[in-house]
């Protein structure tokens, strides 16, 4: 017999305020969607939205992430120069890869990215 009880969890994406990203990111806002708070133990997954010539931050992190985009195109930036993105590519970007997401598109790029939980606080205020 089990004796947890049951942890699954369903809430709509736009009941979850975005927040503008931190540093230097430009025209991009975050939510997260699945947090250790909601109860997930291992990882969290955020939905980014990036405004038409806005970009992340060019930044590298201990952590591997794995990133799907959803809408719209850009490229994304790492030591080997800038690659192509457009709906339905999924990124691999490896821990202490510098890298940059771009929107070089005529819509919002939207994209969902994964991440290990290494402290939610930072992450929301420093990534």
């Known amino acids: 017999m089990w004796s947890r009880k049951p942890s699954?969890?369903?809430i709509?994406?736009?009941n979850i305020k975005p927040e503008p990203e931190m540093h230097s990111a430009k025209g991009v806002s975050v939510r997260w969607l699945i947090?250790?708070?909601m109860g997930a133990p291992n990882?969290?997954?955020r939905l980014f939205e990036v405004d038409q010539n806005?970009?992340?931050p060019n930044h590298e992190h201990p952590w591997e992430h794995e990133v799907f985009i959803l809408d719209g195109e850009g490229?994304?930036?790492n030591s080997e120069g800038k690659h192509a993105i457009?709906?339905?590519d999924v990124i691999l970007i490896s821990s202490n890869?510098?890298?940059q997401i771009i929107n070089t598109g005529c819509e919002t790029l939207r994209f969902l990215c994964i991440i290990p939980h290494i402290d939610d606080q930072r992450m929301m205020k420093n990534n």
Do not use: P
Request: glycine content about 8%; charged content about 40%; aromatic content about 8%.
């Open 12 to 14: 709509n994406y736009k």
């Open 86 to 88: 457009k709906s339905g």
């Open 97 to 99: 890869e510098r890298h």
């Open 35 to 37: 947090t250790k708070k």
């Open 43 to 45: 990882f969290a997954m």
């Open 75 to 77: 490229e994304v930036e």
């Open 8 to 10: 699954l969890k369903i």
């Open 54 to 56: 806005g970009s992340s």
